[in-house]
C-alpha cells in the first residue's frame, strides 16, 4: 500500500529564517506531487506540483521553492520566512497517466513564523 | 473558465438526520469530481469520485454523491449524519486543461449536532 509522510509535523520559526519541508511517498513510482497551504482552516492554495524528477510547476509567485531530487521526494522551502508564510502545509500525491486519480494527502505542517 | 462553487461556509444538521453539502462546478469537457473530507489538524481524505456512469456514486464511511449533469452539480449526501462527521468537506475537480491540477471549493463545514 501507499503512504505518504511530511516532516515535521509542526514548526516555529523566526521571520527571515530558512525554510525546508520535506514529503515522501512509499508504495508508488512517478507520482504527481503538489504542496498546497491551507490558511485558517479553509480553503487550499495550491503553490507548486510536479510530474517528475526536477519537473516544477510554480503556482503563485512568492518567496517559497520546491524542489524534487528524487521520485517520491518533494522539498519546500525558502530562504527567507514572511509572516505571511503562517500556515498549515500539505503535500499529495495523485497516480500519473489518468486524470480521474483522486489526490492522497499527508498529514501536514503546521508552521507559525513569529 | 473552469471552478467549483461550495455556496455554503457551514452547514448545521441534527445527528440522525439526512445531510447534504452542495457542490456546483464548471468545467470544459467532461467532469471528474471529487469529494474529500478534512478533520482538524489532519489532511485531506478522500471519500468518493465521479467519473462516469451512473449518477449515484457511493463513498467512504456511508457518503454518496448525485451528479447532475444539466444543473452541474455534484451534492454530497448522507441519509444519517452522525456527531462524527463534523469536520471540514471539500469539493474538487480535476483542471482539464492539459494540466495536472485540481480546482478545490472553498470548503464546507459541517457540524452536526447531537
Known amino acids: 500500500s501507499q503512504t505518504i509522510h511530511q516532516w515535521p509535523a509542526t514548526l516555529v520559526q523566526p521571520v527571515g529564517s530558512p525554510l525546508s519541508l520535506e514529503c515522501t511517498v512509499e508504495?508508488?513510482?512517478?507520482?504527481?506531487l503538489y504542496w498546497y497551504r491551507q490558511a485558517a482552516g479553509r480553503g487550499l492554495q495550491l503553490l507548486f506540483y510536479s510530474v517528475g524528477i526536477g519537473q516544477i510547476s510554480s503556482e503563485v509567485p512568492q518567496n517559497l521553492s520546491a524542489s524534487r531530487p528524487q521520485d517520491r521526494q518533494f522539498i519546500l522551502s525558502s530562504k527567507k520566512l514572511l509572516l505571511s508564510d503562517s500556515g498549515f502545509y500539505l503535500c499529495a500525491w495523485s497516480k500519473e497517466g489518468t486524470p480521474y486519480n483522486e489526490q492522497f494527502f499527508g498529514p501536514g505542517t503546521r508552521l507559525t513564523v513569529l | 473558465a473552469q471552478s467549483v462553487a461550495q455556496p455554503e461556509d457551514q452547514v448545521n444538521v441534527a445527528e440522525g438526520n439526512p445531510l447534504t453539502v452542495k457542490c456546483t462546478y464548471s468545467?470544459?469537457?467532461?467532469?471528474?469530481l471529487f469529494w474529500y473530507v478534512q478533520y482538524p489538524n489532519r489532511g485531506l481524505q478522500f471519500l468518493l469520485k465521479?467519473?462516469?456512469?451512473?449518477?449515484l456514486v457511493k463513498g467512504s464511511y456511508g457518503f454518496e454523491a448525485e451528479f447532475n449533469k444539466s444543473q452541474t452539480s455534484f451534492h454530497l449526501k448522507k441519509p444519517s449524519a452522525l456527531v462524527s462527521d463534523s469536520a471540514l468537506y471539500f469539493c474538487?475537480?480535476?483542471?482539464?486543461?492539459?494540466?495536472?491540477?485540481?480546482?478545490f471549493g472553498t470548503g464546507t463545514r459541517l457540524k452536526v449536532l447531537a
Open positions: 474538487a475537480v480535476r483542471d482539464m486543461r492539459g494540466t495536472y491540477k485540481y480546482i
Open positions: 465521479y467519473i462516469t456512469g451512473d449518477n
Open positions: 508504495g508508488t513510482s512517478n507520482p504527481n
Open positions: 468545467v470544459s469537457g467532461n467532469p471528474y
